[in-house]
């Protein structure tokens, strides 16, 4: 009798791709495509390379700094996902969060 094995990959349910931020909440994003990216008012905006948070914004912070608009640029470059979450009344403190954020993990079955 065999025991299967077990992988994690990011939960996505009816659209929505799960992410865990760096305080255990678990934000349920939008996946965007990336080849037709275009950013809304009151969105943020996460940007990845696979399970890597590049770039976590607004089109507010890039308009209000620099920085935040050169790291959005970089990201672009070598992103591989982008996804969308209506922003939040505590904007800031969200996007700390999710800037150390990763995939929340679901556990599939496979035989080994």
Request: proline content about 5%.
């Amino acid at each position: 009798m065999s025991h299967p094995a077990y992988r994690y990959r990011a939960a996505r349910h009816e659209g929505q791709s799960h992410w865990l931020g760096q305080s255990g909440r678990d934000y349920a994003l939008r996946p965007e495509h990336l080849g037709s990216f275009a950013m809304e008012e009151g969105q943020l905006y996460l940007i990845a390379k696979g399970q890597n948070v590049l770039w976590v914004g607004s089109t507010e912070d890039l308009v209000a700094d620099p920085m935040s608009r050169t790291r959005f640029r970089l990201a672009l470059d070598c992103a591989t996902e982008v996804f969308g979450l209506a922003a939040p009344e505590n904007r800031l403190a969200t996007i700390w969060d999710l800037e150390q954020a990763a995939p929340a993990p679901t556990v599939v079955a496979q035989a080994a």
